[in-house]
Antibody, heavy 119, light 109 residues
Framework: QVQLVQSGAEVKKPGASVKVSCKAS????????ISWVRQAPGQGLEWMGW????????NYAQKLQGRVTMTTDTSTSTAYMELRSLRSDDTAVYYC????????????WGQGTLVTVSS | QSVLTQPPSASGTPGQRVTISCSGSSSNIGSNTVNWYQQLPGTAPKLLIYSNNQRPSGVPDRFSGSKSGTSASLAISGLQSEDEADYYC??????????FGTGTKVTVL
C-alpha cells in the first residue's frame, strides 16, 4: 500500500530555513509526482507546489516563488521541501501528497509535519 | 487566498442527504476536473472524489460528486456520525496552480 512518512516537528526562528522530508513506499517512486500542501492553525489548505519524481521538474505556487525549493532523491524514494526566510505566518502543518492518477493530483497524503516559527 | 468558494458549514441528521457546493471560474472548475477531500479532526486530508465523480477504492458510495459549468457539488447521502469532518474541493487552475476551496464543516446533528 502507498505510504508517505514525513519527518518530525520543527521549531524555527524567524529568518531561518526548514527542510521537511517525505519518504515514499509501496509504489514505484518515479511514476508519480508529489505536491506539498500546508495548513495554518485553524485554516484551510494551501497548495505550495509540485515536483515530478521522474525528472525533477517543479511548479511552485507564485506566492512562494524564491523561498521554496522541492527536490527528490530517487535512490531513497524521498521527497524534500525546503522553505527559507521563515516568518511567523509560515507556522503550519506541512503535508506531502502523491498524485493519485495521471489525471488527478494530490491523492495519497503523508501524516503531516508541524513547523512552528517563533522567536 | 482560496479561489474556490464553499459554504462555511452544513449540517444534517443521521440518514439525511447533505450537499456541499463549490463555486469557481472558467480558469479552474470550468476547464479542469474537480477533486474532493475529507479531513477528519486532527488528521490528514483524504481523497474522497477525483475527476469530478470518481470514488477511490474504499470510499463508500454514499459520497458522490458532480460538476456543471464553473461549479461542483459533493453529496453525502445517508449521513452518518463518522461523516462529521471538514470537506474541501480542489481543481487545477490554468494559472498553473492547484487551488483549494475555502472548506465546509459538516456537522451531524
Amino acid at each position: 500500500q502507498v505510504q508517505l512518512v514525513q519527518s518530525g516537528a520543527e521549531v524555527k526562528k524567524p529568518g531561518a530555513s526548514v527542510k521537511v522530508s517525505c519518504k515514499a513506499s509501496g509504489y514505484t517512486f518515479t511514476s508519480y509526482g508529489i505536491s506539498w500542501v500546508r495548513q495554518a492553525p485553524g485554516q484551510g489548505l494551501e497548495w505550495m507546489g509540485w515536483i515530478s519524481a521522474y525528472n525533477g521538474n517543479t511548479n511552485y505556487a507564485q506566492k512562494l516563488q524564491g523561498r521554496v525549493t522541492m527536490t527528490t532523491d530517487t535512490s531513497t524514494s524521498t521527497a524534500y521541501m525546503e522553505l527559507r526566510s521563515l516568518r511567523s505566518d509560515d507556522t503550519a502543518v506541512y503535508y506531502c501528497a502523491r498524485d493519485y492518477v495521471d489525471t488527478a493530483m494530490v491523492g495519497y497524503w503523508g501524516q503531516g509535519t508541524l513547523v512552528t516559527v517563533s522567536s | 487566498q482560496s479561489v474556490l468558494t464553499q459554504p462555511p458549514s452544513a449540517s444534517g441528521t443521521p440518514g439525511q442527504r447533505v450537499t456541499i457546493s463549490c463555486s469557481g471560474s472558467s480558469s479552474n472548475i470550468g476547464s479542469n476536473t474537480v477533486n474532493w477531500y475529507q479531513q477528519l479532526p486532527g488528521t490528514a486530508p483524504k481523497l474522497l472524489i477525483y475527476s469530478n465523480n470518481q470514488r477511490p477504492s474504499g470510499v463508500p458510495d454514499r459520497f458522490s460528486g458532480s460538476k456543471s459549468g464553473t461549479s461542483a457539488s459533493l453529496a453525502i447521502s445517508g449521513l452518518q456520525s463518522e461523516d462529521e469532518a471538514d470537506y474541501y474541493c480542489a481543481a487545477w487552475d490554468d494559472s498553473l496552480s492547484y487551488v483549494f476551496g475555502t472548506g465546509t464543516k459538516v456537522t451531524v446533528l
